[in-house]
Structure formats: structure tokens, C-alpha cells
């Protein structure tokens, strides 16, 4: 399995606070992705990131940002949360040769609950 | 919105029988991937078939693409119980830069 540690797996917070996501990579690549998953949605992509500071939107960016200040970390945050994002959230990884013509491998994902 | 769509929803067979699912999408693609998830852990990749490829096996799979109807089917053959998970075909589109598009999936159950 590729070297990827999402923290936490789950939480549970109140609508309104702030939450941050971990992702951690292990593999040294360049591409990293947060996607979260609904029923009836499939997995939708947040935002990805392409190297160091550098960072792009997704099909649904609004109500979440990102950093990545190394290339091991890629952090989601959900400045207020709401209800509505509730769900599960992966990180992805894949190689250097252009994101969307490799593979990407997963983490196994924050169970997030928002009240 | 979603740009490949997997059919049908769900599948349940035998263990011993071949699953087949299929996958449409619009618009023009690079590639096409198959991952397979299972409950409770993140998706795994299976398979890659870029748009000038036509067939591709590996293992008990195999993956077909056919880019004149935008559409792609995966083959379990001699399926077994572990082959229980959700399959989901994703789309790297020639105008999506570095973004994959996932379908809803396939849930597939394979009976003992």
C-alpha cells in the first residue's frame, strides 16, 4: 500500500468551528487531491495541490481551503463547518507525470461529522 | 457533475460467475481508470486504458474501450467472495487539466 495517513479518521464537531484534515504522504509525490464522498455522488474532488504552495480548485472548492507547505502535508480546512459537509473525505497521491494520466492511491479516509 | 456514469448500480452473483460493468461518459478522454473500494477503506486502482487503447487485462480483469460510444466495461472473471467491494470507473477529460472524474460506482456482491 502507498505510504498516505490521513488524521484523523473521525470527528465529530459542531456546526460553526473550524476543522482541519491531515494528509500525509510517505512516497515523495507530487500531486496530492482531497475528494469527498456522498451516497449518490460518487467521490468529487475539493482541491489538489501540484507541488509545494501550489494549489488549484476542484468541482467543489466552496467552504474548504488547503495548504501544503511540505511535500509530505496537505491540509484541508473547513473554516466554519456546516452541516452540509459532512461526509467522508480522502486524500489522494500520484506521480509526477500529470495527475488526471496516472494512478492515484488513497488514503482510507476522515469520517466527518458535523451537528 | 459526474462525467462517468457506471451501470448497473448494483450486482449480486454467485462466486464462480463473471461480473461485467459498464461505464459511460461525455466528453473527451485521455484515460479511463477502474478502482475497487472496499467498505470502510479507500479506493485502490485497478486498471488504466488510455484513449488509444481498445483492450486491457491484468489478472482476472479485463477492461474494454470503445471512445466512438464513450463507454468502458470492466470483466471480473471467475469471481470470488473477496471480489465483494464497489467498483468506479474515473475519467482523466482531455480539457480537465489535472482532475479525474469519478462515477457513482458499482456495488458489487459475490455470494459464497
Known amino acids: 500500500d502507498a505510504g498516505i495517513t490521513q488524521s484523523p479518521r473521525h470527528k465529530v464537531t459542531e456546526t460553526g468551528t473550524p476543522v482541519t484534515l491531515r494528509c500525509h504522504q510517505t512516497?515523495?509525490?507530487?500531486?496530492m487531491y482531497w475528494y469527498r464522498q456522498d451516497p449518490g455522488h460518487g467521490l468529487r474532488l475539493i482541491h489538489y495541490?501540484?507541488?509545494?504552495?501550489?494549489?488549484d480548485k476542484g468541482e467543489v472548492s466552496d467552504g474548504y481551503s488547503v495548504s501544503r507547505s511540505k511535500t509530505e502535508d496537505f491540509l484541508l480546512t473547513l473554516e466554519s463547518a456546516t452541516s452540509s459537509q459532512t461526509s467522508v473525505y480522502f486524500c489522494?497521491?500520484?506521480?509526477?507525470?500529470?495527475?488526471?494520466?496516472?494512478?492515484?492511491?488513497f488514503g482510507d479516509g476522515t469520517r466527518l461529522s458535523i451537528l | 457533475s459526474q462525467q462517468g456514469e457506471e451501470d448497473p448500480q448494483a450486482l449480486s452473483i454467485q462466486e464462480g460467475e463473471n461480473a461485467t460493468m459498464n461505464c459511460s461518459y461525455k466528453?473527451?478522454?485521455?484515460?479511463l481508470q477502474w478502482y475497487r473500494q472496499n467498505s470502510g477503506r479507500g479506493l485502490v486502482h485497478l486498471i488504466l486504458?488510455?484513449?488509444?487503447?481498445r483492450e486491457k487485462h491484468s489478472g482476472r480483469l479485463r477492461v474494454t474501450l470503445d471512445t466512438s460510444k464513450k463507454s468502458s466495461s470492466l470483466l471480473i472473471t471467475a469471481s470470488r467472495a473477496a471480489d465483494t467491494a464497489s467498483y468506479f470507473c474515473?475519467?482523466?477529460?482531455?480539457?480537465?487539466?489535472?482532475?479525474?472524474?469519478f462515477g457513482g460506482g458499482t456495488r458489487l456482491m459475490v455470494k459464497p
Open positions: 489522494a497521491i500520484s506521480e509526477d507525470l500529470g495527475g488526471a494520466r496516472q494512478p492515484q492511491h
Open positions: 512516497e515523495n509525490h507530487r500531486y
Open positions: 495541490s501540484y507541488g509545494v504552495k501550489d494549489t
Open positions: 466528453t473527451s478522454i485521455n484515460n
Open positions: 486504458i488510455r484513449s488509444n487503447e
Open positions: 474515473a475519467t482523466g477529460a482531455n480539457n480537465a487539466g489535472n482532475m479525474l472524474t
